[in-house]
């Protein structure tokens, strides 16, 4: 299936994050940069321990931010360790801090000189946030993030299950029908 593609600069692609071929990739990653199973199991078994040795070194993150290390073997030069929250039924600031971990994402790849990123669904696996919220929370941030930052030419958003690439891709129509009747 070809990419869906947006006038907002964001793609929406099925896939395994750790094969794109872009300047940043975005690991869901854990406050204690740990490692884990998920998305950043598999980030850290295809790109090498140097990740993991970088994350020990940097030592912790706070969930809604975000930390960049080099990308190790994998055909990405960064990689950006973003913590998103653990789902608590939306009574602990979650909205927040998904919505902070993008921002932070992208500011840390325009601080590095990227160009392209991508985003893997953060929460939505082991931390349990619901697909349909987390989807227009993570668009929504990452457009508004992209309208302050014109040097990241495109976001891709990667998913391994197809059922997320509709949930999303339903998201950003809504997002870009809202977009388009408020001007
Ligand atoms: N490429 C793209 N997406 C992937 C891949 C992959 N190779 N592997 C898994 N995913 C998807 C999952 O399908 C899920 O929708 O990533 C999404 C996020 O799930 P998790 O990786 O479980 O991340 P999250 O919910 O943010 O939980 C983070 O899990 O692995 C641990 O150390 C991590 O403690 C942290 C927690």
Same mark, same amino acid.
């Given at each position: 299936?070809?990419? @869906? +593609?947006?006038?907002?600069?964001? +793609? %929406? #692609? !099925?896939? *395994?994050?750790?094969?794109?071929?872009?300047?940043?990739?975005?690991?869901?990653?854990?406050?204690?940069?740990?490692?884990?199973?998920?998305? *950043?199991?598999?980030?850290?078994? @295809?790109?090498?321990?140097?990740?993991?040795?970088?994350?020990?070194?940097?030592?912790?993150? *706070?969930?809604? *931010?975000? $930390?960049?290390?080099?990308?190790?073997? !994998?055909?990405?030069?960064?990689?950006?360790?973003?913590?998103?929250? $653990?789902?608590?039924?939306?009574?602990? =600031?979650?909205?927040?801090?998904? #919505?902070?971990?993008?921002? &932070?994402?992208? /500011?840390?790849?325009? /601080?590095?000189?990227? &160009?392209?990123?991508?985003?893997?669904?953060?929460?939505?696996?082991?931390?349990?946030?619901?697909? +349909? %919220?987390?989807?227009?929370?993570?668009?929504?941030?990452?457009?508004?993030? %992209?309208?302050?930052?014109?040097?990241?030419?495109?976001?891709?958003?990667?998913?391994? =299950?197809?059922?997320? %690439?509709?949930?999303?891709?339903?998201?950003?129509?809504?997002?870009?029908?809202?977009? +388009?009747?408020? $001007?």
């Amino acid at each position: 299936m070809p990419p @869906a +593609e947006s006038p907002l600069r964001i +793609e %929406l #692609a !099925l896939g *395994d994050i750790t094969k794109e071929r872009v300047d940043a990739i975005v690991n869901a990653a854990n406050s204690g940069l740990r490692g884990g199973g998920g998305v *950043d199991g598999a980030i850290h078994r @295809a790109g090498g321990p140097e990740i993991m040795e970088e994350c020990r070194r940097i030592g912790h993150c *706070d969930p809604g *931010d975000a $930390v960049i290390t080099g990308a190790g073997r !994998l055909p990405a030069r960064f990689v950006i360790h973003a913590v998103g929250p $653990v789902w608590e039924g939306g009574r602990d =600031d979650e909205e927040l801090l998904l #919505a902070s971990c993008h921002e &932070r994402a992208l /500011e840390l790849a325009r /601080e590095h000189g990227c &160009r392209t990123v991508a985003f893997p669904a953060i929460s939505t696996g082991a931390y349990g946030y619901p697909p +349909e %919220l987390a989807a227009r929370v993570a668009l929504r941030a990452t457009i508004e993030a %992209l309208e302050r930052l014109p040097m990241i030419e495109k976001v891709r958003f990667v998913f391994v =299950d197809e059922n997320l %690439l509709e949930i999303y891709g339903r998201a950003l129509a809504h997002l870009k029908e809202s977009a +388009e009747r408020s $001007v």
